[in-house]
T-cell receptor, first 112, second 114 residues
Framework: DQQVKQNSPSLSVQEGRISILNCDYT??????FLWYKKYPAEGPTFLIS?????DKNEDGRFTVFLNKSAKHLSLHIVPSQPGDSAVYFC???????????FGQGTRLTINP | DTAVSQTPKYLVTQMGNDKSIKCEQN?????MYWYKQDSKKFLKIMFS???????INETVPNRFSPKSPDKAHLNLHINSLELGDSAVYFC?????????????FGDGTRLSIL
């Protein structure tokens, strides 16, 4: 009963182009969505978040879009840089709880 | 100046043994967590403590016992280790609050059961 799904295990993008990472969820009680980035042998690092009452949040090269009717969110990185190569986790918080539910991650590789 | 630190980084042990993983955060957060990342790479919450009180316990076997001596520390003790306990265990912390406060993670402890 995976409530947060990242259906693409990997993604390869040319440096300078846009990277789009996708995430789908099933639970309507999620009120906050977060993206984490993880390098090998390190813990996940918070990247950007969005409240369920918004449809877009932007921070520098990173933008998260939320489509509540489709229960879908995406992370756009533009322009993509080699240092963006990492595993990206989508996470969602259940309303009223501090518990996060994570997707299984998407490995992003930026090619020079 | 590590924010969330876990020890040890690697732990290799035999089935049936008892082991502990320690976690400390210097961010002044009042909530700490343990997550397990299994072979399928899902990060799943196990426990959460707020100011030394258990607030989340996700149907984890009672062989796993978290202990929080103070709000900066959350240790995880595992009794009678089984093969299925092999995973990467991540500690995290956050500040409680109405808005989603990002959780800060340690670098993980890779536990391998022989």
């Amino acid at each position: 009963d995976q409530q947060v799904k990242q259906n693409s295990p990997s993604l390869s993008v040319q440096e300078g182009r846009i990277s789009i990472l996708n995430c789908d969820y099933t639970n309507s009680m999620f009120d906050y969505f977060l993206w984490y980035k993880k390098y090998p042998a390190e813990g996940p690092t918070f990247l950007i978040s969005i409240s369920s009452i918004k449809d877009k949040n932007e921070d520098g090269r990173f933008t998260v879009f939320l489509n509540k009717s489709a229960k879908h969110l995406s992370l756009h990185i533009v322009p993509s840089q080699p240092g963006d190569s990492a595993v990206y986790f989508c996470a969602a918080r259940i309303q009223g709880a501090q518990k996060l539910v994570f997707g299984q991650g998407t490995r992003l590789t930026i090619n020079p | 100046d590590t924010a969330v630190s876990q020890t040890p980084k690697y732990l290799v042990t035999q089935m049936g043994n008892d082991k502990s993983i320690k976690c400390e955060q210097n961010l002044g957060h009042d909530t700490m967590y343990w997550y397990k990342q299994d072979s399928k790479k899902f990060l799943k919450i196990m426990f959460s403590y707020n100011n030394k009180e258990l607030i989340i316990n996700e149907t984890v076997p009672n062989r796993f016992s978290p202990k929080s001596p103070d709000k900066a520390h959350l240790n995880l003790h595992i009794n009678s280790l089984e093969l299925g306990d092999s995973a990467v265990y991540f500690c995290a912390s956050s500040q409680a609050g109405g808005a989603a406060q990002p959780q800060h993670f340690g670098d993980g402890t890779r536990l391998s059961i022989l």
